[in-house]
Each structure stands twice: as C-alpha cells, then as structure tokens.
C-alpha cells in the first residue's frame, strides 16, 4: 500500500491598484471611465455617510455605531458587481453596500439610533435585517440560496462575516451545507484584521480564511480589500460563478478598521498606533483618488463638488430620521406573532393603558 | 356520510399529516439528520422521499445548527420547511438559530419576515436509552417569546396538531411523545383537518380535582385517574396540547369546576411549565382554589441512565398522591 496525495489546493489573492495609484493593467477589469468614476462616487459616500454617523453619535442623536471606515472598496466594489435583485446577509458592518443596494440611509441611522423602523426596507430591495450573533447569519445565506436553487431563480445570496465570524461553527457549518447542496450563495468576508481586541494570528493558525473553503468544496480567493478595482473583479468573478449555477463561492477581502470596533470601543488600548498609521497609507479611497486623476477623470474640484451634493443628501437623510414619528408604544409586542397569543394580549393592554 | 377513518399510531398519524400537507403545498420540505433513505430514526417521515422526492425530503449533514439556520434562510426564500432534530436533546447547538434567529425574525423586520418553520423534536423518557436521549426541554423554548409550542398524546391530535402547525405563520416547536409514538392506535380520519393551536383537551372528566398535563404524561395521568376513581376521587384530566398559547380558559374553568389543581410533566420541577401554570392559576382563580397547586414532574437532576429512570419519570403512584393530597387538604 502507498501513501498517496488526497488534497491539494491553492488561494489566490488578486491585486490590481496600488498604494500610488498604479495600476496591473494586464489584471485590468472593463470598465468605462463612467464606470471608475462611480467606484470612486460610491466609496466616497460611504466614507461621508460614515463620518457623518460618528459627529451624530457624539452629538448623541445615534446610540451606539460600528463605523465602515477603512472597508469602503470592498463594500463599494461588491456592490458595482451585483444585481439589484441579489439578496444582502449582512452582519453588523456593511451598512455601507446596503445603503449602496438601495436601503434608505436614513433607515441605517434609525437602526443605530435604536429604531425597529431602521429594518424596514423598501419593496424591492432584497436586505435582511443585519444579524449581531457573529457568523450566525451565514447559514440563512445558505438557506435562501438554497432555496433559490430549488426555485430556479436568477438571484443569489451574499453572506456577509468577518474574520471573527470564521472560528463559528456557523461558518463553518454554512459552508459545508453550501457545498454539499450547492446553494446560489456567496460568503463574503471582510477579514478587516480585528475582531473587537483580537488579531487575527489569534483567531486562528491559518494564512487565510479563504483557504477554508477549500476544505468544503467551496472555491475560494482572496483580494486586497482596499483595492477597489480588484475587489470589483473578484466580485464580478464570483458572483458569475454563483449565478451561473456551478455552486458557492468565498471571497476573501483583506482589509483594516480604521475605527473602534463601535463607539463604545477604545482601540487604542490593543491596537499599535504604528498598525493604523500603516494602514492609513493604504487607503482605498486615496488609493482611487491617484489612479482617477492620473487618468484625468477626477480632480480637487470634482470631489468638492460631489461631496457637496453628498453632504445635502446626507443633511435630508438626517431631517427624515429626525423628524420621524415616535414609534407606537404597542409595536413592542404587535410583531413577535402573526396572531397576539392571550398573554401578549394582556401586555400589549397595558401599555396602551400607560401610553406613549 | 360516515367520515373514513384509519388505525394509526402517533407516529404513523404524523406521516399521513406530513404527507397530506405536502400534497396540497408544493414549498413544504422536510430536513434533518437521516429523514431521507432511513425515512428517520423513528420512521416518521418513512416513504415520504420516495414520494416526494430528494429535493423536497432533504437529508442533510450532522448538524443541527446548520439544519434551523438553511431552513430560516429557506423559509426566507418561500419554503415551508419542516426540520427534524432527532431527538429533543440534541436542540443545544440549534438553541443559538432558533432563540437569537427563529424567533425573531419577524419582531425584528417589524412584520416582513415571518417565518413559518416547524421544527420537531422527539421528546421524554421511558425507552431506555444512552444518555442525551430522554430530556424534556420544553422550559427554555417556551421562555422564549415568539415560538409557538404544541406537544401531542394521542393520533388524531398528532394529525392535526402538525397540519395546523404546517399551517401557521410563526414557527412552531412540534413535540412528539416518543414513549409512545407507537403504544396503540386510534381511528384517526383520512381527510384533513386540523386541531387549533392554543386549545386543550379533557381527556376524562371529573369533579375532584384537575390534574393538568401533556404528552406522554396524559396516558400515566389517565391511569392514575383510574386509580383515584377506585378511591373516590374524581380526576379530571386536561391535555393541554398546546404550552405556548396556553389554553388558560380550559385549565382556569377546570380549576373552577374541581377547586384543585396538580399539574404532571416529565421536565424538571424548577422552572417548570407547572410553575406558571400554578402562577397563573393563583393569578385568576385564587378564591377558587380550595388546596395549593400541587407538582409532579421530573427531578431536578440530568435525565438518569435506563436502570434509574423510573426514579425519575412522574409515575402513576406520584400522581395519585399529590390529588389525594389536594383532595385531603
């Protein structure tokens, strides 16, 4: 009897843009300059939006809030390569690509205000309510594309976990079940390096988590998350793949927290300022920036420009959830059942009793 | 016209609901560890993949976090799945899906989601197991707000108990006696109905006291009924089918027939269903009463292997005493 090799495997990571700006053009995704240029517009939205939330939680007009910052290429290059009919699985930080997918901005800052409202979305736009158990959310993503296989529909799910996320069972457990029934879902991971404290070389003994899902059968690739143009194109990859019936994917987008995990975090009490102050230099949007005005396709004008029309967006984002009936006092108990079963009943008595 | 009946067994009565439901509904699937080839370790779901197919009775891998968490994300996507935990106690690693998920998918999207999940789970002692094989676990489900939790005794509620379940917009925890899902049979009728959810049942009248149960517990209630009817006592026996909705009207007009309650289950005593079931009772009768609420159930202690567990399972003996105790007061 010999020993013969069962497994063997790679990962690949694909980079396209660099830190000056410069370009792989061999790797270069087909985009018209309008195209680039939208990459940039989204991302800087995000950033806005971003910043924005953080002044409202000082202020005190939002509660606690998990800032984006530092991971607007993956959100924004996802969401370039998705169909508006695709359905989001987010967990807790990508309030950014939801808002991308159509979800009201103002909706985002009501759910971080504490508002229930904050999770209803608009017909149409296809998001589920972000799941705060780490990486549980991962097998809904798996049950809805298999459910999307089993109907024959177009759409495909995106699980969305972060480094954390991959030592749950749930990930791995989602993963496995994807592959044995080759649901129409793809797990997106924003490894952004910190799982509130812990590094990732402490969350696990691996290089990577997309060498994960090779161990289920899932292909799996990793991209510089702070890359746009190459998460565009591994997105756009993956996602063809996923849709066009051959089974789930993982795609790994290596990026940083630039912020506290929330506002109700110090990172600097586990973070080196020498770890940030690297990654700041990486910058997906600055990174963009260089490569949009070496081609002449952006300038200092065009971004005040535009981030003047951001911020007014923004301003009549806030006024909405500012101006936003209180919610029933009864919408305490109205939705955990299709019928109030007796003791509800009761309780729900009692609050009308007390009123607002 | 004389409706048709057939003899069948709680189990055989889950099938026939099972697969008259997913005649008419085309989005109902089945799910879990071996309810395909195997038809489950208990045959409940026997015949139902050669029916209906593999996509529609999935046999899936060992896990039943991932079985609840696909089928909130199935459900999600427009099926109706009914997921099988093989037996009661292996619920822990699916407790994260159903507490954190299940039950709050609809409260969270403010009505959008609902999520009509049926998930059962063979339940109770009696069958001489390994460990892990006998728990009643029913306390922490139903502390948990938007499940709805039915536990049938015999076949015609079992039949339409689970058609009413495939039937409900909230996810339901479907609890089968598994001590027997196959001690006897009962005529139950081919064509479809359903037994409401929230309802309770006198299983025997009486006039001395309410001894208020479910499960496999109703069959060693009604024996010990027996047993009292010997010694004068009338026990009134209520199956209350369903634990959350509670049918309060149904033990609160017992309890006011009778003046005495004893409430029968094979879970721990301690934050137990009787301990709110003895709450509520003191709540909205407590001038009828006439004796305290008494308990019988399991001990506070991990389900025993085999050769102890009649120690520990509420018996026939117990019951009889704590109504006589009620009755003497």
């Known amino acids: ?356 | 016209m004389v409706a048709r009946t057939e003899k069948l067994t709680i189990a055989q009565a889950i099938t026939a609901g099972l697969k008259q439901a997913m005649e008419k509904d085309k989005d109902i699937v089945i799910m879990g560890e071996d309810v395909g080839r195997d038809g489950g370790v208990f045959r409940v779901t026997e015949g139902l993949m050669d029916r209906f197919g593999e996509e529609r009775v999935i046999d899936t891998p060992l896990a039943e976090s991932g079985i609840v968490g696909s089928a909130i994300g199935m459900a999600i996507g427009g099926f109706r799945p009914v997921v099988e935990i093989q037996f009661m106690d292996f619920m822990y690693p699916a407790l994260n899906q159903i507490l954190a998920h299940l039950v709050r998918y609809r409260n969270r999207s403010r009505g959008r989601y609902t999520l009509p999940v049926v998930v059962r789970m063979p339940f109770g002692g009696g069958i001489h197991p390994p460990e892990h094989h006998s728990e009643s676990l029913e306390a922490p489900l139903l502390h948990t707000a938007g499940l709805k939790v039915v536990a049938p005794s015999n076949p015609y509620d079992a039949k339409g108990l689970i058609l009413a379940a495939l039937e409900s917009e909230d996810p339901v925890i479907f609890m089968e006696p598994k001590r027997i899902y196959r001690a006897f049979k009962e005529d139950v009728p081919q064509e479809r109905y359903s037994v409401p959810i929230g309802k309770a049942r006198v299983a025997r009248e009486g006039k001395d006291v309410s001894i208020i149960t479910f499960g496999a517990a109703v069959r060693t209630s009604l024996e010990a009924a027996e047993d009292l009817e010997k010694k004068g006592t009338g026990a009134e026996v209520i199956d209350l089918r369903s634990l959350n909705p509670l049918d309060v009207d149904a033990v609160l007009s017992s309890v006011r027939k009778t003046g005495r309650a004893v409430v029968v289950h094979e879970a721990p005593k301690l934050l137990g269903i009787g301990a709110e079931i003895a709450a509520i009772i003191q709540e909205k009768a407590l001038l009828d009463l006439l004796a305290p609420v008494g308990r019988v159930a399991g001990l506070d202690v991990p389900f025993p292997l085999p050769l102890l567990e009649n120690h520990y399972l509420p018996n026939r003996s117990r019951i009889v005493e704590a109504a006589l105790s009620a009755v003497n007061y």
């Open chain 1, 1 to 356: 009897m010999a020993r013969k090799k069962i497994f063997e495997g790679f990962v690949e990571r694909l980079e396209i843009l660099d830190q000056d700006g410069k370009v792989d053009e061999k790797e270069m995704p087909p985009l018209k300059d309008a195209e680039l240029v939208a990459l940039m517009e989204s991302m800087l939205k995000m950033r806005l939006s971003d910043q924005k939330a953080l002044n409202l939680q000082r202020q005190g007009r939002l509660n606690t809030y998990g800032s984006v910052r530092g991971q607007e290429a993956c959100q924004a290059g996802l969401a370039a390569a998705l169909d508006r009919s695709d359905w989001l699985v987010p967990s807790f930080r990508e309030h950014a690509i939801m808002v991308a997918m159509g979800v009201p901005l103002r909706s985002v800052y009501a759910l971080w205000k504490g508002d229930e409202r904050g999770n209803i979305h608009p017909e149409g736009v296809n998001c589920l309510p972000p799941a705060i158990p780490v990486g549980s959310q991962l097998l809904h993503a798996n049950g809805l594309g298999m459910a999307f296989k089993m109907k024959n529909m177009k759409e495909i799910a995106v699980g969305f976990a972060g480094d954390g996320a991959s030592s749950q069972g749930d990930f791995h457990e989602a993963l496995n079940f994807a592959g044995v029934f080759g649901s129409r879902t793809l797990f997106f991971i924003q490894n952004n390096g910190w799982a509130i404290s812990v590094p990732f070389h402490k969350q696990t003994k691996a290089d990577s988590v997309a060498q994960k899902g090779l161990a289920y059968g899932v292909p799996s690739m990793q991209v510089d998350g702070n890359d746009v143009l190459a998460v565009y194109k591994a997105s756009k990859e993956a996602v063809d793949h996923v849709r066009s019936g051959k089974g789930p994917f993982l795609l790994e987008c290596l990026t940083y927290r630039m912020e506290n995990h929330t506002t109700a975090d110090d990172h600097t009490k586990y973070r080196d300022k020498e770890e940030v102050e690297l990654w700041a230099k990486r910058d997906p949007v600055d990174r963009m920036r260089k490569y949009l005005v070496s081609r002449g396709l952006w300038s200092e004008e065009k971004e005040k420009e535009f981030a003047g029309s951001v911020a007014e967006w923004i301003e009549s984002e806030v006024e909405a959830l500012e101006s936003m009936e209180p919610a029933s006092v009864t919408d305490v108990v109205d939705f955990v059942y299709s019928d109030l079963p007796w003791h509800l009943k009761e309780e729900r008595e009692m609050l009308l009793k007390e009123g607002n």
